[in-house]
């Protein structure tokens, strides 16, 4: 297949282009490059003649219409978004310009393309969306397809919005789409904001480990890898119009994840002085507005489509923990882009 897959520079999106270039499909990655992207995390298949890159914008019209003339995709990936709640809380803005209106403009090119493919039914645009778009869970039930959004922060309330766009894309004008919703992704590559990697990083650097609140809000995790193989596998197999929620069935509350990685790191890169890096953690101020429970039901995806996740939380944590102190140069080289000593773990 010829893949056109946005956001190919990001954490998902990348794990993403790899799996994909290795399954022998060709792939443009359009990406802008904001903030959270990282080329190296393509550099594997950089040179391979079925990879290509295009520095663009998906708030920039024009430019997605020429990419898909150019490259003539037969489907399309949409990862790119503005992903990270803190910063939906310090500033909306971006995150309605690229997740909602540059999903329109993903939406409208992709329709015009099609279109002039007189309207093949093979085509798919593949939206790719969270478990954040359902709210927030007590401490029971699960979200399945037919959940009620609920969004709650302005990061889930973008997402939310972009899957309503590609649904009335799909009813409006028969656009063939299909749409995931997965829980909290962790693995290789995770820029250094978000919880598991700066984790690591932070009990690396011998830092107070910050833990939002009594660190009591659970969340659903699932390997990188396991999430780009199950969009890979909903992308071909998955039915026209249709959602499927990802999930490992992985409900662990934070503390329980910052546990588990600091007793990895215990064992793999023992402190001299013989003491645990669970002694650094530190509770900090909570989230405004912290959504108490994920939990994703992924019964759709494991009997339709025969999906399961390769590893345990454990197993994949491990291999987490590994990559990031086999590749301490990809980290350094992020620390000094704004957020990571700023952001959370502001002592209370
Ligand atoms: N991280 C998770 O746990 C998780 C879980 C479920 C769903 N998702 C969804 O998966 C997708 C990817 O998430 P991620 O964690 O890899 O994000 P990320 O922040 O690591 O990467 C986002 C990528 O999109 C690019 N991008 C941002 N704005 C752009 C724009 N205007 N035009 C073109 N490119 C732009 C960035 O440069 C970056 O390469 C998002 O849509 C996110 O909502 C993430």
Same mark, same amino acid.
């Given at each position: 297949?010829?893949i056109l897959?946005t956001?190919?520079?990001g954490?998902?999106?990348?794990?993403?282009?790899r799996?994909a270039?290795?399954?022998?499909h060709?792939?443009t990655?359009?990406?802008?490059?904001?903030?959270a /992207?990282?080329?190296a995390?393509?550099?594997?298949?950089?040179?391979?003649?079925?990879?290509h890159?295009?520095?663009?914008?998906i708030?920039?019209? /024009?430019?997605?219409?020429?990419v898909?003339?150019?490259?003539r995709?037969d489907t399309?990936?949409?990862?790119?978004a503005e992903?990270?709640?803190?910063?939906?809380i310090?500033?909306?803005?971006?995150?309605v310009?690229?997740n909602v209106?540059?999903?329109?403009?993903?939406l409208?090119?992709a329709?015009?393309?099609?279109?002039?493919?007189?309207?093949?039914?093979?085509?798919r645009?593949?939206?790719i969306s969270?478990d954040?778009?359902y709210?927030?869970?007590?401490?029971e039930?699960l979200?399945?397809?037919?959940t009620c959004?609920?969004?709650?922060?302005p990061?889930?309330a973008?997402?939310?919005?972009?899957?309503?766009?590609?649904?009335?894309?799909?009813?409006?004008?028969?656009l063939p789409?299909?749409l995931?919703n997965?829980?909290?992704?962790y693995?290789?590559?995770?820029?250094?904001?978000k919880?598991?990697?700066?984790v690591?990083i932070?009990a690396?650097?011998?830092?107070?480990?910050?833990?939002?609140?009594?660190?009591?809000?659970?969340?659903?995790?699932?390997f990188?890898?396991?999430?780009?193989d /199950?969009l890979?596998?909903?992308?071909?197999?998955?039915?026209?119009g249709?959602s499927?929620n990802?999930g490992?069935?992985?409900?662990?509350t934070n503390v329980?994840m910052?546990q588990?990685?600091c007793?990895?790191?215990?064992?793999?890169?023992p402190?001299?002085?013989?003491s645990?890096?669970?002694s650094?953690i530190?509770?900090?101020?909570?989230?405004?507005?912290h959504?108490?429970?994920?939990?994703?039901?992924?019964t759709?995806?494991?009997?339709e489509?025969g999906?399961?996740p390769?590893v345990t939380?454990?197993?994949?944590?491990?291999q987490t923990?590994?990559?990031?102190?086999d590749?301490e140069?990809w980290?350094?080289?992020?620390?000094s882009?704004?957020?990571?000593e700023t952001?959370l773990?502001?002592?209370?």
């Amino acid at each position: 297949m010829k893949i056109l897959v946005t956001g190919g520079c990001g954490f998902i999106g990348s794990a993403v282009v790899r799996l994909a270039i290795e399954r022998g499909h060709e792939v443009t990655n359009v990406d802008a490059l904001t903030y959270a /992207a990282c080329p190296a995390n393509v550099e594997s298949v950089a040179d391979n003649s079925k990879y290509h890159f295009e520095h663009v914008d998906i708030r920039d019209a /024009a430019e997605l219409r020429r990419v898909f003339t150019e490259f003539r995709p037969d489907t399309v990936m949409h990862l790119a978004a503005e992903s990270h709640v803190d910063r939906s809380i310090d500033g909306p803005g971006d995150f309605v310009t690229t997740n909602v209106l540059g999903t329109f403009n993903m939406l409208e090119a992709a329709r015009d393309y099609w279109t002039s493919r007189e309207k093949s039914q093979d085509f798919r645009f593949h939206h790719i969306s969270t478990d954040e778009v359902y709210g927030s869970l007590g401490v029971e039930g699960l979200f399945t397809e037919d959940t009620c959004y609920d969004p709650r922060s302005p990061y889930s309330a973008c997402k939310a919005s972009s899957d309503h766009l590609v649904r009335a894309w799909h009813e409006t004008y028969g656009l063939p789409v299909v749409l995931t919703n997965c829980s909290n992704n962790y693995g290789p590559y995770h820029f250094p904001e978000k919880l598991v990697p700066l984790v690591i990083i932070k009990a690396l650097r011998g830092q107070q480990i910050p833990i939002y609140g009594k660190g009591d809000n659970v969340r659903d995790w699932l390997f990188v890898e396991d999430h780009a193989d /199950a969009l890979l596998l909903v992308l071909q197999h998955g039915m026209n119009g249709r959602s499927y929620n990802i999930g490992g069935e992985n409900e662990r509350t934070n503390v329980q994840m910052v546990q588990t990685l600091c007793g990895i790191l215990d064992r793999l890169r023992p402190k001299p002085d013989g003491s645990s890096y669970s002694s650094q953690i530190t509770f900090v101020a909570d989230r405004p507005g912290h959504d108490k429970r994920y939990a994703i039901d992924p019964t759709r995806i494991r009997h339709e489509l025969g999906w399961s996740p390769s590893v345990t939380v454990e197993e994949g944590l491990e291999q987490t923990v590994l990559w990031y102190l086999d590749n301490e140069e990809w980290w350094q080289s992020l620390l000094s882009r704004d957020g990571f000593e700023t952001r959370l773990g502001k002592a209370k």
